[in-house]
C-alpha cells in the first residue's frame, strides 16, 4: 500500500463499501477485504469463480464466458431460477495481476451505452482494497441509463446530500 | 443543449455552495442568512447562489436579498438515482465476493495441506 492510499482515512475499515461521485461521469466505489489481493484478483480471473458472486443477490449467473486477457471478450448472463435473464458484455482492457483490472461493461438490453471500470487492488498489512471507478463513455449513455428503468426510488435526498457529495472534485476530466 | 445533470455538478463542485444547500435543506434562507455561517461577503454568496439557480437548484422567489431562498431538490434526485444505481449493485456484488474469498482462501489452504 503506497503512502497516499493509506493518507485516505475514510474508507480504511473492512466490510463497508464506500462510494462517491468523482466527476459528472465517474463513480468510485471502495471496497477493503480482509484478504491479500492476490486471492482477490484470483476471485475475478476464472468463470467458476466469477459465478459464485458475481450477479445480484437471489440470482444466478446462468452462463459466463471469459476470455481473461487484454482484448479478450466476456459475458456473462445472470437470471432467476425460472424467470428473466439478462446478458452482460464487454472485453477486457488492462489484466495486471493482481494490481489492476479495466474491462468494458455493456448491458445488452441497452445496446451502446458503454461503461469502463478501473478496479485497483492494494493491499496493506494482508488487507485488499479494491477501488472501482466506473467510467460512462457519454452523457447520453449515462442519461440513457437514468431514465431507463430506474425504479423511482425513495432516496431522500436531503439526507444523503453530504453522504453522495462529499467527493465531488468538479468536472475535473 | 443545455445538459442538467452536467449542470448540476458543475454547481456542486464548489464546497460552500454545497455549505449553502445543505444550510437550505435546513429550511429556507435569506441572503443574510446564508452569508453569516460562511463568513462571506453579501455579493459573494450572490455569486454563488447565481451558479445554484442556473443549475435549477435554488429558487428566490424575488431578486430582493431579503427573499427567502429555497432549495429545489429535483436535480438532486438524478444524482441520487445514479449513485444509488451504482450503490445497489456494487453492494451486493461485494458482499457476495466478500462471501466466496473465504471460501477461496480455505480451498487454498487444503490444497496447501494436500500437497
Not at chain 1, 489481493?37 to 458475481?54: G, Q
Not at chain 1, 464487454?90 to 471500470?117: A, N, Q
Request: aromatic share 8%; net charge negative; glycine share 6%.
Amino acid at each position: 500500500m503506497n503512502a497516499s492510499a493509506s493518507q485516505q482515512s475514510d474508507t480504511r475499515h473492512v466490510g463497508a463499501m464506500s462510494i462517491r461521485v468523482r466527476s459528472d461521469l465517474e463513480i468510485e466505489m471502495r471496497r477493503t477485504f480482509a484478504f491479500p489481493r492476490r486471492l482477490v484478483f484470483e476471485a475475478h480471473s476464472k468463470p467458476e469463480y466469477i459465478s459464485r458472486w458475481w450477479g445480484p443477490r437471489g440470482s444466478e449467473l446462468i452462463s459466463c464466458d471469459m476470455d481473461f486477457r487484454p482484448g479478450g471478450a466476456w459475458r456473462f448472463v445472470v437470471g432467476k431460477p425460472g424467470g428473466q435473464q439478462y446478458a452482460f458484455r464487454g472485453e477486457y482492457k488492462e489484466v495486471v495481476p493482481p494490481e489492476r483490472l479495466v474491462y468494458t461493461f455493456e448491458f445488452e438490453g441497452m445496446p451502446g451505452s458503454i461503461t469502463v471500470d478501473a478496479i485497483t487492488f492494494t493491499e496493506h498489512e494482508g488487507h485488499t482494497t479494491l477501488t472501482c471507478v466506473s467510467r460512462m463513455d457519454s452523457i447520453e449513455a449515462r442519461d440513457a441509463m437514468l431514465a431507463s428503468g430506474m425504479e423511482k426510488g425513495a432516496a431522500e435526498t436531503y439526507d444523503r446530500l453530504e453522504e453522495m457529495l462529499g467527493g465531488i472534485s468538479g468536472n475535473s476530466e | 443543449m443545455t445538459d442538467q445533470l452536467s449542470l448540476t455538478f458543475a454547481a456542486l463542485a464548489d464546497p460552500t455552495r454545497r455549505g449553502i444547500l445543505a444550510r437550505l435543506a435546513d429550511g429556507d434562507a435569506t441572503v443574510n442568512e446564508l452569508a453569516e455561517p460562511f463568513d462571506l461577503t453579501l455579493p459573494t454568496v450572490s455569486k454563488h447562489l447565481k451558479v445554484l439557480q442556473r443549475a435549477g437548484l435554488v429558487t428566490q422567489t424575488r431578486k430582493a436579498q431579503w427573499r427567502p431562498c429555497h432549495l429545489e431538490p429535483a436535480p438532486l434526485k438524478d444524482v441520487a438515482d445514479w449513485v444509488d444505481r451504482y450503490r445497489r449493485m456494487w453492494d451486493s456484488r461485494f458482499e457476495q465476493l466478500d462471501a466466496f474469498l473465504v471460501e477461496l482462501a480455505r480451498k487454498e489452504t487444503n490444497d496447501e495441506r494436500q500437497r
